[in-house]
């Protein structure tokens, strides 16, 4: 069974007198842990983020990708984390209020993205050409003269 060295003791082991192999493969052990709590807090992070696409997704339909540019949009005008963007709007479905800030940044990000989409579809709309009227010279519709 792995057993796990708390931070503080694997300090005082680097700091202690070791052959110069302990101390390589000490150091790597510390920095190989410290990558893995970071990994483990990027998926813990990663799944409450992927909800808050889902639910960006939900009030305004779009994909993935535009509500991950939206909640990265309020990150940046928050000047808050996306990790903390996304765990305020998941907590709001249970009762909790968004701060203030982030809720003005939604509706303004979810304004543009509306826009956006509309300019989108207005973009890639076929064009009706124009038909040109009968020119009857006012006397009902243009027939054509027998010879």
Known sequence: MHQVTPPREEQRLLRTEHPAGDVAL?????????????????LASRAVI????????????CSSERAW??????SQHCNIK????????????????LPEPMQRELRRALRRLE???ILTQA??????????????????PAVPRLP
Request: aromatic share 0%.
């Open 26 to 42: 000490l150091v790597e052990v510390v920095e190989l842990r410290a990558r893995n709590q970071q990994l483990g807090r990027a």
């Open 50 to 61: 992927d909800q808050a696409c889902g639910m960006v997704m939900a009030l305004a339909p």
């Open 69 to 74: 540019d939206l909640l990265v949009d309020v």
């Open 82 to 97: 996306l990790r903390d963007v996304a765990a305020a709007l998941v907590a709001s479905t249970k009762d909790r209020t």
């Open 115 to 117: 826009i956006r989409q």
């Open 123 to 140: 973009l890639h709309q076929p064009t009706v050409q124009p038909t040109q009227p009968h020119r009857s010279h006012g006397r009902g």
